[in-house]
């Protein structure tokens, strides 16, 4: 049997004081193209949230770059245990080194947080 991987809203930072909160109070884990900010969270699963700022692109590339932070969120979630809650950011240059590079240092990032 293959593990779950979905991406459900329980796992999502949704809401925008969730946001601020993390951003305000979490530490910082940087990479080449990403900056990840976290928080221990609330509740007994970790949950994620994505920021992609306009300096990333277009609407089109911006969202392009949210799919690829999902789907590496995906394959790679499982690798954070505890109650965490992580915010993703993405800097102007994400766009142009593709999903491998981003799949890398999400992994990066969630192995240096654990």
Excluded: C
């Excluded at 999902?70 to 965490?84: F, P």
């Amino acid at each position: 049997m293959t593990p779950d991987t979905s991406f459900p809203k329980a796992l999502r930072l949704l809401r925008s004081s969730d946001f601020r909160r993390v951003q305000r109070r979490g530490r910082r884990v940087r990479t080449s193209h990403l900056l990840v900010i976290y928080l221990r969270g609330r509740r007994n699963t970790p949950r994620f949230g994505l920021t992609v700022s306009r300096k990333v692109g277009n609407a089109v590339t911006r969202n392009r770059v949210k799919r690829w932070l999902r789907e590496a969120l995906r394959h790679h979630k499982a690798e954070l245990h505890g109650a965490w809650d992580v915010v993703f950011i993405p800097n102007p240059k994400a766009p142009f080194v593709g999903f491998e590079v981003i799949e890398a240092e999400v992994t990066e990032a969630l192995r240096r947080i654990r």
